[in-house]
């Protein structure tokens, strides 16, 4: 089917003031906006590829004009429509790679057709010598020249950058001298947070727990199948006379000890002193204590920290009866464990992803768990998901993939044990 060459000049630069006004859109949007160096150059080449479709559309009119004023007029068009193709290739990538819809996904569709489309007639132009090309093969080979450097660029950008640069969170703990007074004895226990990396972060959450255990020492010598079940069991240490499995730990304190939603950037240190206290005559024999920590990198993704911050919703009730509205899923903790849930949005690194995903909300859930059967007790579980899906489980491959796209990590002290004759000399 022959288009008319009036329908014709119509679709042409009505697909150039879409482009035009494409990019304006998503350029000014990296620009200003760009979480990266790489992401604001990207924005910056946008911009200048909206002011070539700008000139395109004036460019066209006078290739069209029986009184033509510049001779290659028409070849600023193609480079226009190319770099409409190309862009919205790269979009339409992003959108299938994401595996999400957007409302956009029509508009990246669409300009695909239409520069499709529109060179099929300017091609014939070219071949019937209405459309003149300097140097066809040297217009050519810089055609490929310019595309390879975007896509490289584009590439640096939105894979590369991000990926090469690790983030360093250490997160340690430290047990104090203990002291005994009127039968109370108090731990002191001071927490280190440090930012070491060259990416900041954001905090969705950090723990520490205390635990304490009476002496696990026994009299019966214990077997290497005695063994093989401490490994069945999960059990780290393999003592002869010692079975750490059979003694219950008790949570002596749990807590946070950097705020929901703090921004640390590169170099930023966090020390927070807190102390323990329980009875003499609870005897007990050792105490153990961890702490960890949950980020997010601040160069993949924005959180709003105080709205994060605020958005705590307990799984229970003022009566202490289980809410189902906030209750956690099945994978997150067993059922009838208490959990403290924290939610918020997320803008991706640049106008790129935030465009061809759709919107991402940040969970983090508290989970109370007292020890059982070892030391640990309480945690922290985070996911990245559409609204309203945060409990769908992600497999492997998902959990990996949260922390390649939005640096989702977590940095943990490892445990600490001490007795208590340690802490009291």
Do not use: C
Not at 262 to 268: C, E, F, Q, S, Y
Not at 379 to 399: H, M, N
């Amino acid at each position: 089917m022959t288009m008319s060459p009036r329908a014709l000049n119509s679709m042409i630069i009505m697909g150039l003031v879409i482009t035009a006004a494409e990019f304006i859109w998503l350029g000014s949007e990296d620009v200003n906006g760009a979480l990266t160096y790489a992401g604001r150059l990207n924005g910056a080449l946008i911009l200048l590829a909206a002011t070539v479709a700008l000139l395109a559309i004036a460019a066209y009119r006078d290739h069209i004009s029986t009184q033509r004023q510049f001779r290659y007029s028409g070849i600023i068009v193609v480079v226009a429509i190319l770099a409409s193709l190309f862009v919205n290739v790269a979009l339409l990538a992003l959108q299938i790679e994401g595996r999400s819809y957007t409302i956009f996904l029509g508009l990246w569709l669409f300009l695909i057709a239409w520069a499709l489309m529109v060179l099929i007639p300017l091609y014939q132009q070219y071949r019937n010598g209405q459309l003149e090309v300097p140097k066809p093969k040297a217009f050519a080979v810089g055609v490929l020249f310019t595309a390879l450097i975007t896509a490289a660029n584009f590439g640096y950008a939105q894979i590369y950058q991000p990926y090469t640069t690790p983030a360093s969170i250490s997160t340690t703990i430290e047990l104090g001298k203990a002291d005994i007074k009127d039968k109370i004895v108090t731990v002191p226990v001071r927490l280190k947070l440090k930012n070491s990396g060259r990416v900041g972060v954001y905090v969705l959450g950090s723990l520490y727990q205390v635990t304490a255990r009476k002496a696990i020492y026994t009299e019966t010598y214990r077997k290497t199948a005695d063994w093989l079940q401490d490994i069945n069991d999960g059990q780290p240490s393999l003592l002869r006379y010692g079975h750490e499995r059979e003694k219950s730990y008790q949570l002596l304190a749990q807590g946070r000890f950097v705020a929901q939603g703090r921004k640390l950037d590169p170099g930023a240190e966090v020390t927070t002193d807190s102390i323990v206290q329980f009875p003499q005559s609870k005897s007990y024999d050792a105490i153990n204590v961890s702490s960890n920590m949950v980020y997010l990198r601040t160069d993949r993704a924005v959180l709003t920290g105080e709205d994060y911050a605020r958005s705590g919703r307990s799984s229970w009730h003022k009566n202490k009866t289980p809410s189902k509205e906030n209750s956690p899923p099945e994978w997150v903790s067993e059922e009838g464990i208490f959990t403290f849930k924290y939610q918020g949005r997320i803008i991706h690194s640049n106008a790129f992803l935030e465009y061809t995903r759709s919107p991402r909300h940040v969970t983090l859930w508290w989970v109370l768990e007292e020890p059982k059967e070892s030391w640990n007790g309480p945690f922290l579980v985070a996911t990245i998901s559409q609204f309203g899906k945060e409990k769908d489980k992600p497999d492997p491959p998902s959990r990996q993939q949260l922390s390649d796209e939005y640096g989702l990590d977590e940095a943990r002290s490892g445990r600490i044990q001490k007795t208590m004759q340690q802490l009291l000399n």
